[in-house]
C-alpha cells in the first residue's frame, strides 16, 4: 500500500480544499492512501497532528475557503525560531527529526501545496534531506515565477474587483477619491488585474515606483472631464520614486519570515487630500481576498494540480513542482520555481491594455 502525505503551508489561499480533495480521491482510485499534515511539518512531529484522509473525509470540501488542514507562515523546521523558559529566542533546525519520522512512517512522497517561502522548504528537504517532494503552487500574490498561474489569483482578484464595482457608486454619490490598498506582496498582479477589471483611474503597483504628482495630475484631470470622483488601486508593495515600501507594525512576529507589508493605501490617500483638496478616503481590502469560495476557475485548476501531483508521485517525479503552461500540467524542478518571483512586465499586455484606456500609473 503506497502512503501520501500532504501539507499547506504559508498564508492560505481559495481552493486549497480542492486541492486536497483531488490528491484524496486520485491516491484512492489508484489504491493509495493519503494522510493529512496539520498547519505545515506538525504532523510529521506529533501523531495527533496527523490525520488519514479518506474520500468520506473530504466529501463536498472542493467549494470550501481556507484549509481543513491548517497552515502556518511562521513553521519554517530549518530555523524554528523558539522562545525558551528565560524568554530568550532560540532558532533550532528541526528538519532531522521531521525527516526521520516521515521515512519511519514509510510515506512514497511529500505533496507539499504553498507559496514559494513553503516551496523553498520543500526543496530543501528534498536537495538536503532526501525526502521526495511534490510541489503544488499555491499563492493569491500569483507571483510564482515558474507557473502562468497559481490558484487562489483569480479568486482574490475577483473580490478585489467586486469591492471597486461597489466603490464606484459610493465616491460618484459624495465626489470622493476612494484609494483601495490591495494584497500582493511585492508584485502588482492583484492590483492590475482587479484595477482594469474595476475601472480604477490609477493603479499603483511595486514594479512601477510612482510620482505622487502625477497620480494627482490624473484625479485633477478627471474634473475637466466632468468625473468628479476617482477609484485609485495601490498594492501593498507599491512606493513612491525615490522612496521605500511601508511596513507595518509587528512585523518582528515570532517565527515570521516575512516582513508585513501595509499603509501606502493611507500615506496615498493623505497625499492626495492635501495636494488636490479633494475629500478623500482609504480603505485595506486586506484577508478578505483570501477568504471565501473559490471561483470556477480556482477551482478547476486546484483540482488539476491535485490530481497532477499525484500523476507525478506514480512516475516518481520528485523534486519537482506541478506548473500551468499554455493551459497544460507540466513540471519543473523545485529549484527553478523558487529561484526568483514574478513581476509585472513591463510589456505585459495587461499593462499595456490599461495604458491605452487611460489608466495611470503615476509615471
Ligand atoms: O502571500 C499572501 C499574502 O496574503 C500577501 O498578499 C500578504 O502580504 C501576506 O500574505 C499577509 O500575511 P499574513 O496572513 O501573515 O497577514
Redesign the pocket.
Known amino acids: 500500500m503506497k502512503k501520501l502525505i500532504i501539507s499547506t503551508g ?2 492560505d489561499a481559495p481552493g486549497l480544499n480542492a486541492v486536497i480533495y483531488a490528491v484524496v480521491m486520485s491516491a484512492h482510485n489508484k489504491g493509495w492512501e493519503v494522510y493529512g499534515s496539520r498547519c505545515g511539518y506538525k504532523g510529521l512531529l506529533d501523531p495527533e497532528e496527523l490525520t488519514r484522509l479518506t474520500p468520506e473525509k473530504v466529501a463536498d470540501i472542493t467549494s470550501l475557503g481556507g484549509t481543513i488542514l491548517g497552515s502556518t ?1 511562521k513553521g519554517n523546521p530549518f530555523g524554528m525560531p523558539v522562545e525558551n523558559l528565560a524568554g530568550e529566542i532560540q532558532i533550532l533546525d528541526i528538519s532531522d527529526k521531521i525527516m526521520r519520522n516521515f521515512t519511519r512512517m514509510g510515506f512514497l512522497c511529500h505533496i507539499a501545496v504553498g ?1 514559494d517561502g513553503s516551496l523553498d522548504i520543500a526543496r530543501r528537504f528534498y536537495e538536503e534531506k532526501g525526502m521526495p517532494v511534490i510541489g503544488v503552487p499555491k ?3 500569483n507571483d510564482l515565477y515558474a507557473t502562468q498561474l497559481t490558484f487562489g489569483f483569480d479568486t482574490a482578484v475577483s473580490t478585489a474587483t467586486d469591492a471597486l464595482d461597489k466603490l464606484h457608486s459610493t465616491a460618484k454619490s459624495h465626489d470622493r477619491v476612494m484609494v483601495v490598498e490591495v ?3 511585492e508584485s502588482g498582479w492583484i492590483a492590475l488585474n482587479s484595477g482594469i477589471s474595476g475601472g480604477a483611474d490609477v493603479i499603483l503597483i511595486p514594479e512601477i515606483p510612482f510620482d505622487i504628482d502625477k497620480v494627482c495630475e490624473k484625479i485633477n484631470d478627471n474634473d475637466l472631464h466632468g468625473k468628479h470622483y476617482a477609484i485609485v488601486v495601490v498594492a ?1 508593495g507599491a512606493k513612491a520614486m525615490g522612496s521605500q515600501v511601508i511596513h507595518k507594525e509587528g512585523q518582528g512576529e515570532l517565527g ?1 519570515e516575512e516582513v ?2 501595509g499603509g501606502i493605501g493611507e500615506w496615498v490617500a493623505k497625499e492626495i487630500r492635501e495636494r488636490t483638496e479633494k475629500d478623500t478616503r482609504s480603505l485595506v481590502l486586506g ?1 478578505i ?2 477568504g471565501g469560495s473559490p471561483t470556477t476557475f480556482d477551482r478547476l485548476l486546484a483540482l488539476r494540480f491535485g490530481a497532477a501531483a499525484v500523476r507525478m508521485a506514480g512516475a516518481g517525479l520528485f523534486g519537482h513542482m506541478v506548473s500551468l503552461k499554455a493551459g497544460d500540467m507540466e513540471e519543473v524542478t523545485l529549484e527553478e520555481a523558487t529561484k526568483k518571483r514574478k513581476m509585472v512586465d513591463t510589456n505585459d499586455d495587461k499593462l499595456l491594455t490599461a495604458r491605452e484606456i487611460g489608466i495611470c500609473f503615476g509615471d
Open positions: 504559508g498564508g507562515n507559496g499563492t493569491i500574490d494584497m500582493g506582496r501593498e515570521r508585513l507589508l484577508h481576498q483570501r
